[in-house]
């Protein structure tokens, strides 16, 4: 149990294009869905935190007009990454968390590797 | 300020036991996480500790001491599939993880 799917897996882009990526639970109901970058060698950056049916958090310098989140459902939540430039080239990764789960506890999902040309 | 210390690298043999240690300054602590996470690949959950002590689970343990704020996770019988970064996180007052920047492990023949 607790599945979380992300697509696409990887997806190349030209600059200045838009690339979406969606993340769903497969099994369970996300009270809360959190989206990750994480460039070569470095740990993961929490870029926002999303509950259902309300406006995404964004943490200290991510441009929320840049990286839009929109969390519709309890399943889905997905990332718009707008104008892409090559420094938006990155592993997006999304996790979920359900208060029916383990207490605090994240599912990530496989990840999604963005390459922007 | 928040702040997650790990060994940016270790080397172990095959069929060893290795140690890895985080250290934490956090604004609350809500529990302790340990990731392990193979390149290019999400993380995936191994271990929660939010009272102190150890916890066993097969191969891999985690130790924790809050009044030190300090963790370990303690791999057994390494395995060529065991290397891997392996991340500590911490649940702060917010409970929002707080995330080391990794640890990763070589596994050697």
């Known amino acids: 149990g607790a599945v979380v799917s992300q697509h696409p897996s990887w997806v190349i882009c030209k600059s200045g294009t838009s690339v979406k990526i969606e993340c769903r639970s497969l099994?369970?109901?996300?009270?809360?869905m959190f989206w990750y970058r994480q460039f070569p060698k470095q740990s993961l950056m929490l870029m926002a935190t999303?509950?259902?049916?309300?406006?995404?958090?964004?943490e200290q310098g991510v441009e929320k007009d840049k990286f839009l989140i929109n969390h519709a459902s309890l399943t889905l939540s997905t990332l718009t990454v707008t104008s892409a430039h090559p420094e938006d080239s990155s592993f997006y990764i999304c996790?979920?968390?359900?208060?029916?789960?383990?207490?605090?506890?994240?599912?990530f999902g496989p990840g999604t590797r963005l390459t922007v040309t | 300020g928040q702040n997650i210390d790990q060994p940016t690298e270790m080397t172990a043999t095959e069929g060893a036991i290795v140690q890895i240690n985080c250290t934490y300054q956090?604004?609350?602590?809500?529990?302790l996480f340990w990731y392990q996470q193979h390149a290019g690949e999400a993380p995936t959950f191994l271990s929660y500790n939010v009272l102190d002590g150890l916890e066993e689970k097969g191969r891999f343990s985690s130790f924790l001491s809050r009044s030190k704020g300090y963790s370990y996770l303690l791999l057994k019988e390494l395995q060529m599939k065991d290397s891997a970064s392996y991340l500590c996180a911490v649940l702060d007052s917010n409970y929002q993880l707080i995330w080391g920047a990794g640890t990763k492990l070589i596994i050697k023949p």
């Open positions: 996790s979920a968390n359900s208060e029916g789960l383990a207490p605090y506890e994240q599912y």
């Open positions: 999303s509950n259902e049916g309300s406006k995404a958090t964004y």
């Open positions: 956090t604004s609350g602590f809500n529990g």
């Open positions: 099994d369970f109901q996300a009270t809360t």
